[in-house]
């Protein structure tokens, strides 16, 4: 079936890169919206050509994506997808540390004034501290039994709060209404 995705294949030195962004520049000059993964940065003179948006995603980058952040997405959909996102930032979680984040992030979302709603949706989503600050709050009346789990997760959590990873604990900070954006 036909659709919006395209794959450039050739050998070395044959103008694949050149041919890519004579495609992209044909697009934006037809105001179609491009996005582009550039892991080797070859496109950043392109983005600046175009005023588009470019996206480091580095832990001393200005341009940041709030994990937490809806982002359009409907408010069910988007904690689906960080009940996946979890055990990718925090390692393999079981059943009892999966029902500790789940339930974190339903109240930080509520904290925030976000539920089904859709109207709710365009509230200032929570970041990744907020979670932590409720998990902290679970260990202190959880029983004993429950109280490992937790601080279990506090410790990896941490990591992308106060850590190495507490770049990524800011709120999101791109302009996705670009036409032009490139990671």
């Known amino acids: 079936l036909s659709n919006a995705n395209g794959l450039i294949l050739a050998s070395s030195g044959s103008g694949k890169s050149f041919f890519a962004k004579l495609l992209i520049s ?12 550039d892991p080797q940065g070859e496109y950043k003179n392109l983005v600046n050509v175009f005023n588009g948006e470019l996206i480091e995603l580095s832990r001393t980058s200005k341009t940041m994506i709030n994990p937490l952040d809806l982002m359009g997405h409907d408010y069910a959909e988007k904690r689906l997808s960080l009940m996946d996102l979890m055990p990718v930032i925090l390692g393999e979680l079981t059943e009892p540390q999966k029902s500790f984040i789940d339930r974190a992030l339903t109240e930080a979302y509520q904290r925030k004034g976000i ?3 859709p109207e709710t949706w365009e509230n200032e989503p929570p970041i990744l501290e907020d979670v932590l600050e409720i998990l ?3 260990e202190k009346k959880a029983i004993t039994l429950e109280k490992s789990t937790i601080r279990s997760l506090i410790n990896r959590l941490g990591m ?10 800011r709120h ?3 302009d996705f209404t670009n ?4 990671f």
């Open 179 to 182: 036409n032009f954006v490139c």
């Open 115 to 117: 539920n089904e709603d």
């Open 160 to 169: 992308y709060v106060e850590g190495v990873f507490s770049f990524m604990n």
């Open 136 to 138: 902290e709050r679970y």
């Open 172 to 174: 999101t900070n791109i």
């Open 26 to 37: 044909r697009y934006l000059l037809n105001n179609t919206k491009v996005m582009v993964i």
